[in-house]
């Protein structure tokens, strides 16, 4: 469930009102054909930023006026400031459907609803790009000439060599090699087919893990570690897409939380196949295969291993000659805790490793160098990423929390004066960032309540050299016409049961003295994500909702993401708990407001924001007038095994916890108006939970509304699709909340 929409197609911010003239003509209102319409209402949004290897050119993909969804590939002369299109998506591609295995891809990384180019590839020399485009693979020159790769066809996961020698894919499960500079392809694994995949990520590694491939290239070109998997073990799940025309039936391997995952094995081999030697993940099959990566000197490899259930997780240092594997060190959880993988950690020249752990209960980088571990960072906060090691300098730059829950920023710190931290970015905003290779220059995106995102080159001070994409919110910009009518976002904080500080956010209408207003009460509230209360910009539709007539809130509950393990491990074996009380504390709280109507809050969520929209009308009759639960979890032994078993153990050994938390026993008690919405296609929560929801509900006599979308996975959205869900929203919320007579 990791990274799960939360808002069903599209985020929710609001902006506070610039001082306008005072001969400023009245502004249209937002309308939802405009939220969700082109030009995107936040100014044009570039994706995968790169700056080529000699720095002289930083690409992007952006999105088109007129097709928001659409993405064209782009160069910014970091010298002169120009830009131009480099890959006309629409020109170069040839339209193609996808293959179903890309599609799924996609939907893992939640950029199903992108078309034209979505990633790309830097040949090391800096002269080509690698640009895989409607299934098919092309080289473009940086003069935009682009050429075709015959034998490409449903090419996934397609990458260049390190030193670029060779360029590599995976094609009906196996992997292919072929020179970067023309040749046929090699295909140097054989016997994927079937339930046997080499070179590609399994399900639960794409969508728990935020491992998105299967093979990794050594930096000289000369070996490959692939991952060889057999689904053979796995259940299938019989997955009806029901589409508006049709449906097409699909025998899925789903891992559902107790079932037997994938067999994981691990191989390096020289880049034409040969020499193949297997790795030693050691006697227990039933791993986690979590990250590899090679040692800068290409001499080993290190292989993270995770135990099924989560709490131990082992580095492997292994030799690619013999496929020999040593224990370099161990991570261990608390009894009622996991470990939550990360991508912050580096492999450094002179062979320590720079490493983030929540061994204190918060996240923070070490060094591990001969056996011993220097605290690079410590405190109660918590390092969010790695963006970037100046291994000349000795200097670590990294993304964190230190100022504040609500803000996220920018940092350096000597690996030789640990704990002496500058902040490279400005307060009053939400910042993230990535560096090049030898971490002289960051490319640093920022935005606030206020501001939607922002993209500057800075130096390695923070010190912004050039606007990349300044986006501001000035005559031209599509949001513009409707600042004046924008309403400030204001924060604050109220107490859990246990005395825990918990962050809200609210927008209201212009109070009137007297009014009592209805709340769109939103929620996500599950783990393993990014809290949803910040000083960022989203998007539009909470300002929609607002004009609408009614007041957004949102608060974050304990057991999510970002404040700590403490925090967080509330949640463990214990979903539909916590987290529905801390919701009840922000109801109780919104009671409390004078400006609130209390017989009118409406709680909506999406995914697991749906699975607590169906525990809060459970738990809490009467506190909510009305709830929208989007393409909930209703019962945890449906859902896979690295997310499910990481909170909730094994549905065996821990029946009980299982049992509470399912939405499905107590659907009887749900006495307050709910609209259940799912994607009929949704290979993620599969369709199965609304289905047996809505069959517990109707065999309790409860009356209920649902509305399920043909075709659709679990992001339900797109041009027409969202304007539809949300009126389909509104109309249900202004017919039970709004509009309905106040007691």
């Not at 054909?33 to 993909?61: C, E, I, M, W, Y």
């Not at 360029?167 to 994927?192: H, I, K, M, Y």
């Not at 993988?341 to 001969?370: C, N, Q, V």
């Amino acid at each position: 469930m990791r990274g799960v929409l939360a808002f069903a197609g599209i985020l929710l911010a609001s902006a506070a009102v610039p001082a306008m003239a005072a001969d400023r003509v009245a502004e249209p209102k937002l309308t939802l054909a405009r939220v969700f319409g082109n030009p995107d209402l936040s100014g044009v949004q570039p994706r995968g930023l790169k700056l080529s290897p000699d720095g002289t050119l930083l690409t992007s993909l952006k999105p088109r006026a007129d097709e928001k969804e659409r993405l064209d590939l782009w160069a910014l002369d970091t010298r002169t400031g120009q830009e131009r299109m480099l890959v006309d998506s629409k020109k170069v591609g040839s339209g193609a459907e996808l293959s179903e295995a890309e599609k799924m891809q996609r939907e893992r990384a939640r950029i199903a609803g992108s078309k034209g180019i979505v990633a790309y590839d830097w040949a090391p020399d800096g002269k080509t790009i690698l640009v895989p485009l409607d299934g098919e693979l092309y080289i473009a020159g940086l003069d935009g000439a682009t050429r075709k790769l015959s034998g490409t066809k449903d090419a996934l996961n397609p990458t260049v060599s390190p030193k670029g020698g060779f360029l590599s894919f995976v094609r009906e499960q196996n992997l292919f090699v072929q020179p970067l500079r023309g040749g046929a392809a090699t295909q140097v694994t054989q016997d994927g087919a079937g339930t046997v995949h080499w070179g590609e990520a399994e399900f639960v590694a794409q969508e728990e893990m935020d491992r998105r491939t299967g093979y990794w290239w050594s930096p000289g070109d000369t070996h490959i570690a692939v991952e060889r998997f057999d689904e053979a073990p796995v259940g299938i799940v019989t997955r009806a897409a029901i589409g508006a025309t049709g449906t097409k039936v699909y025998d899925q391997r789903y891992p559902a939380a107790g079932t037997p995952n994938v067999l994981v094995e691990l191989y390096v081999m020289k880049a034409d196949g040969s020499g193949r030697v297997k790795v030693d993940l050691g006697s227990d099959p039933d791993i986690y295969l979590a990250r590899v990566d090679w040692t800068q000197d290409g001499s080993a490899l290190l292989v993270q291993r995770q135990s099924r259930d989560q709490k131990t997780l082992d580095m492997l240092k292994v030799d690619p000659a013999t496929g020999k594997s040593t224990v370099l060190f161990t991570e261990k959880s608390g009894a009622r805790s996991w470990l939550n993988l990360s991508d912050a950690y580096r492999p450094m020249k002179d062979g320590s490793l720079i490493w983030r752990s929540e061994r204190t209960g918060y996240g923070h980088l070490y060094r591990f160098a001969k056996g011993k571990w220097t605290a690079l960072t410590s405190g109660d906060w918590v390092v969010q990423s790695l963006a970037g090691v100046d291994e000349a300098k000795g200097r670590l730059y990294f993304v964190g929390n230190k100022d504040g829950v609500l803000e996220q920023h920018l940092y350096s710190v000597d690996i030789a004066h640990p704990n002496v931290i500058t902040r490279l970015t400005e307060t009053g905003w939400w910042n993230n960032g990535s560096m090049d290779g030898a971490a002289t220059r960051m490319i640093v995106a920022r935005s606030n309540p206020t501001q939607p995102t922002q993209l500057y080159l800075a130096d390695a001070t923070g010190k912004r050299i050039s606007w990349i994409n300044e986006n501001a919110v000035k005559p031209g910009h599509p949001y513009y016409p409707y600042l004046t009518s924008h309403q400030q976002t204001k924060f604050g904080t109220i107490k859990a049961e246990d005395g825990t500080d918990l962050y809200w956010e609210m927008i209201t209408p212009p109070l009137e003295p007297g009014k009592k207003y209805p709340v769109f009460f939103q929620h996500y509230g599950g783990p393993g994500t990014g809290q949803q209360v910040t000083r960022a910009w989203g998007g539009a539709l909470a300002q929609y909702l607002v004009q609408h007539g009614y007041i957004f809130f949102q608060i974050d509950n304990r057991g999510s993401f970002n404040r700590g393990k403490a925090f967080e491990d509330q949640i463990y074996r214990a979903m539909g708990t916590v987290e529905v009380a801390d919701q009840l504390a922000g109801a109780k709280f919104l009671k409390e407001q004078p400006f609130v109507a209390a017989d009118k809050i409406a709680t909506y969520g999406w995914s697991y924001g749906g699975y607590m929209t169906l525990k809060m009308l459970e738990a809490n009759q009467g506190v909510y007038a009305a709830g929208v639960s989007g393409a909930p979890v209703t019962d945890w032994s449906l859902y896979d095994t690295h997310y499910t078993e990481r909170y909730m153990g094994s549905p065996v050994a821990d029946a009980k916890a299982y049992a509470a938390s399912d939405a499905l026993q107590d659907a009887g008690k749900i006495a307050d108006p709910l609209l259940l919405i799912h994607g009929m296609a949704d290979d993620n929560v599969v369709f199965e939970n609304s289905t047996a929801f809505a069959a517990e509900m109707q065999k309790k006599d409860r009356p209920f509304e649902m509305m399920f979308y043909p075709g659709y996975t679990h992001r339900v959205g797109g041009p027409g699709i969202s304007e539809h869900l949300w009126h389909t929203i509104l109309t249900f919320l202004d017919r039970n909340v709004k509009d309905k007579s106040t007691k």
